[in-house]
C-alpha cells in the first residue's frame, strides 16, 4: 500500500506541469485495484489549494474523485498519532503538515509515499517515490 500525498492530487486538479504522470499513477491504482491511502488532513489541504487557486466547481470535482477512487482509503488520525507527529518534527526536523503524514503513514503500517516533496527523503523508515516509479 502507498500514501499519497497531497501534491500528487494537485497536480491533477490544478493541470500542474506533471498531472499526466500523476493522472497515470491514478489511473493504474483504478485499474488495478491497487491499494492506496491519505489522510483526511490531506483531503482538506488540498481542498484548501483547490478553492485557492480554482473553484468550487473544482473542488466539488475532487471529492467526486476521491469518493469514486475505491481503492484510496482516508485515513483519520488519532490523538496518539498528533502526538506522535510532533516527536517527528523534532526528529526530523520537518513542518507539521510533513510529520503528520509520516505519523499517520506509521501508525497505519505504510512505508512508502508517493510524492513530489523531498522532505520525506529525511525520514529513515519510509521511502518517497514518484507516480512514474509505481
Not at 483531503?43 to 467526486?64: G, H, P, R, W
Not at 510532533?86 to 507539521?96: A, W
Request: charge should be negative; aromatic fraction near 12%.
Amino acid at each position: 500500500m502507498f500514501f499519497i500525498d497531497a501534491n500528487i492530487f494537485l497536480e491533477v486538479m490544478l493541470s500542474d506541469k506533471r498531472n499526466e504522470e500523476c493522472k497515470g499513477l491514478f489511473s493504474r491504482i483504478h485499474k488495478n485495484h491497487i491499494k492506496a491511502a491519505t489522510s483526511d488532513f490531506i483531503v482538506y489541504t488540498c481542498l484548501i489549494q483547490i478553492e485557492n487557486k480554482s473553484s468550487a466547481e473544482k473542488m466539488i470535482d475532487f471529492v467526486l474523485f476521491l469518493d469514486n477512487m475505491e481503492s484510496i482509503e482516508v485515513c483519520s488520525p488519532s490523538y496518539e498519532t498528533l502526538y506522535s507527529a510532533f516527536g517527528i518534527m523534532k526528529k526530523y526536523g520537518l513542518d507539521f503538515d510533513d510529520a503528520l503524514v509520516a505519523a499517520v503513514m506509521k501508525s497505519s503500517g505504510i512505508k512508502e509515499i508517493v510524492s513530489f516533496d523531498r522532505h520525506f527523503d529525511k525520514v529513515g523508515d519510509i521511502k518517497r517515490i514518484e507516480p512514474k516509479d509505481i
